[in-house]
């Protein structure tokens, strides 16, 4: 009996290693999340709401993000999606903002992409640009909705807290820092001419270089665990067979 058990020893434990590396490796690209994870306070900035498709069987169809009205935004230009239709909901605030002198009495408040289609397997990135951003908060937390053509929608819109688990269903978040010395207003990833005209139509003027790198990391962090996760396999298949060989040669 003790011979069997240990025989079964490198089965289970290849099989325990691969499926803990998986679960380990999955949540790094199965949310929506929000590139570059961070940007300067008082800036203006492009930003990119990733959404990548974590369902085998159904295509992500629509997606609705909810802009913080307590630290609202004056500025909010979508860049075009090829096959998606873009929609800026505005709503009147409480409390007037002042940005370049002018006070502003409505601001963007939901952006919603449909239309497209993102299929198994692949995400897409929804670029806004977006400021001045606030100078007495730390972080932006963005609601978003993913609706699926199968009609399930996946509520992204759990705020992390410090110290805590990353909840189920995390919110993307945008971290704000204080700006570098010598930076000026407009950030490195922002958009210095804006467009008086539809906001909806206007092109955002690309990802900065910070952006660039940050959207690297992230696209680096999803590829090690994709890594990882295969390795988990192939440890565990090896497990598997050093079991079984193990097996034989203790009954030859």
Request: proline share 7%; aromatic share 4%; net charge negative.
């Amino acid at each position: 009996m003790n011979a069997m058990r240990l025989r079964r020893l490198p089965v289970v434990g290849g099989i325990a290693a691969s499926a803990l590396v998986l679960l380990a490796a999955s949540p790094a690209f199965a949310h929506v999340s929000v590139q570059p994870g961070q940007a300067e306070q008082g800036t203006y900035s492009t930003i990119a709401f990733k959404v990548p498709n974590e369902k085998d069987d159904a295509s992500t169809v629509k997606l609705e993000v909810t802009l913080p009205a307590d630290h609202p935004l004056a500025s909010v230009m979508a860049q075009p999606v090829p096959g998606w239709d873009v929609k800026l909901t505005k709503t009147k605030l409480a409390k007037p903002v002042e940005s370049h002198g002018e006070k502003i009495t409505e601001a963007v408040t939901k952006v919603t992409w449909s239309g497209g289609k993102i299929e198994p397997g692949t995400f897409q990135q929804f670029p806004l640009s977006v400021g001045e951003l606030p100078h007495d908060t730390d972080q932006l937390v963005f609601k978003a909705l993913q609706t699926y053509d199968d009609k399930e929608v996946v509520r992204w819109i759990e705020a992390p807290q410090e110290g805590q688990p990353e909840p189920e269903n995390p919110a993307p978040v945008l971290k704000l820092v204080k700006p570098a010395e010598g930076s000026d207003s407009h950030g490195s990833g922002a958009s210095g001419d804006t467009d008086s005209g539809s906001a909806q139509n206007a092109k955002a003027d690309g990802t900065s270089e910070k952006a660039a790198a940050a959207s690297d990391d992230g696209d680096s962090s999803d590829t090690t665990a994709r890594v990882l996760g295969i390795a988990g396999i192939v440890v565990g298949a090896a497990g598997i067979a050093f079991g079984v060989l193990a097996g034989r040669r203790r009954n030859a």
